[in-house]
Nanobody, 119 residues
Framework: QVQLVESGGGWVQPGGSLRLSCAAS????????VGWYRQAPGKQRELVTA???????TYADSVKGRFTISRDNAKNTVSLQMNNLQPEDTAVYYC?????????????WGQGTQVTVSS
C-alpha cells in the first residue's frame, strides 16, 4: 500500500509559478513510476507528466518547457515545478503512483490539490 498526499496548490496570476509536492508513505516508493494528472471542470483527467523509477520523464505537449517533474527517493517525494502558468492550467492536480510486479498492477492516487490561474 502507498499513501499519497499532494500539497502546494493555490491561486496564481498568469505567468506565475507554483511547486507541487507528492509525499508518499507505506511502501518502497522508489520502485514506483509517478505521474501528475490534472482534471479541469467538465474535462477528462489527463496525464501532465510522469517519472519512472529510473528517472525517465515524459511531458504532455501543453506543458513542455514550462513544467518539470523530479523525485527524491530518500524523502519519498515527487515534485512538480510549474512555471509560466496559464489559465488553461487551472485544474485539480493529482499524484499517481504505479508499479507492476509479478503481473499485478499496483495503482494509487492522492486526493488532489487545486491549482487556479487567473488575473
Amino acid at each position: 500500500q502507498v499513501q499519497l498526499v499532494e500539497s502546494g496548490g493555490g491561486w496564481v496570476q498568469p505567468g506565475g509559478s507554483l511547486r507541487l509536492s507528492c509525499a508518499a508513505s507505506g511502501s518502497i516508493f522508489s520502485f514506483y513510476s509517478v505521474g501528475w494528472y490534472r482534471q479541469a471542470p467538465g474535462k477528462q483527467r489527463e496525464l501532465v507528466t510522469a517519472i519512472t523509477a529510473g528517472g525517465d520523464t515524459t511531458y504532455a505537449d501543453s506543458v513542455k518547457g514550462r513544467f518539470t517533474i523530479s523525485r527524491d527517493n530518500a524523502k519519498n517525494t515527487v515534485s512538480l515545478q510549474m512555471n509560466n502558468l496559464q489559465p488553461e492550467d487551472t485544474a485539480v492536480y493529482y499524484c499517481n503512483a504505479k508499479r507492476v510486479a509479478f503481473g499485478t498492477t499496483h495503482d494509487y492516487w492522492g486526493q488532489g490539490t487545486q491549482v487556479t490561474v487567473s488575473s
